[in-house]
């Protein structure tokens, strides 16, 4: 995503987190901006990173002009259930437990595990890959996602991210796949209660990472090129 809107003209950061509190990123997104930026900036945040730019929005306003999340995870626990059945529909027995092995197991710590777990995970979460897609360089620390993770998935239970979220008064635009396991009615509906301008766009024949998507890919980033349009 940072590739092809840098490739599109944009002036695009895309932090590393390494710190292992949620606290911590927070923070460490914050020096990343002032270092970097010409702020307020917009900030497009993915997955948990959709939920580290709500916080960081919510405690910094200063530093953020708009916010774009994509395929955040659901604001509420209830909702959240819903993602681990959507994905054990979408994969044979033994991929379901090969996958939950590498997750919750001592998996990933290789390239080659974290290779399969990826394709497995792709196989779960998205709808129609493009075709020949190249593959990024990633690492994985588990101590770090175990660490933060847990903190943030408390943050949800307790009501405390819902709390923060609604300190945010930058105009916020969410751009959720219409086969995402992560069901979109857990981000459009609590986020309603508490930012009464939200944009909320469903996107048709998509899953997880829209920019991967064979289908949805251009109405993405042409959404993404609309919210980064001077106001």
Do not use: N
């Not at 900036?41 to 580290?52: E, K, R, T």
């Not at 044979?92 to 777990?117: H, I, K, N, V, Y």
């Not at 129609?128 to 933060?148: M, Q, T, W």
């Amino acid at each position: 995503m940072a590739q092809e809107l840098a490739a599109r003209g944009y002036g695009v950061l895309e932090p590393w987190q390494s710190a292992a509190s949620v606290g911590g990123q927070i923070c460490e997104l914050r020096l990343q901006l002032e270092a970097a930026c010409a702020t307020p900036a917009v900030l497009i945040g993915f997955s948990w990173g959709a939920w580290l730019a709500c916080l960081l929005a919510a405690r910094h306003p200063g530093l953020v002009s708009k916010l774009v999340l994509a395929g955040c995870p659901p604001f509420e626990a209830g909702f959240a259930a819903q993602i681990a059945a959507a994905r054990q529909a979408r994969l044979l027995p033994e991929e379901w437990q090969e996958l939950t092995a590498l997750l919750c197991g001592g998996g990933m710590d290789t390239a080659a595990e974290l290779a399969r777990a990826l394709q497995l995970l792709d196989k779960a979460e998205a709808y129609a890959l493009l075709p020949d897609l190249p593959r990024p360089p990633l690492c994985f620390d588990r101590g770090i996602f175990g660490s933060v993770w847990a903190e943030a998935a408390e943050l949800r239970r307790s009501g405390a991210l819902l709390r923060e979220a609604a300190r945010i008064r930058c105009p916020v635009l969410a751009l959720h796949g219409d086969h995402d396991p992560h069901p979109a009615a857990g981000v459009e509906q609590p986020l309603r209660k508490i930012l009464p301008d939200l944009r909320f766009r469903l996107l048709q024949r998509c899953g997880h990472k829209p920019w991967i998507e064979t289908h949805a890919r251009a109405d993405f980033f042409q959404a993404l090129e609309d919210a980064l349009a001077p106001a």
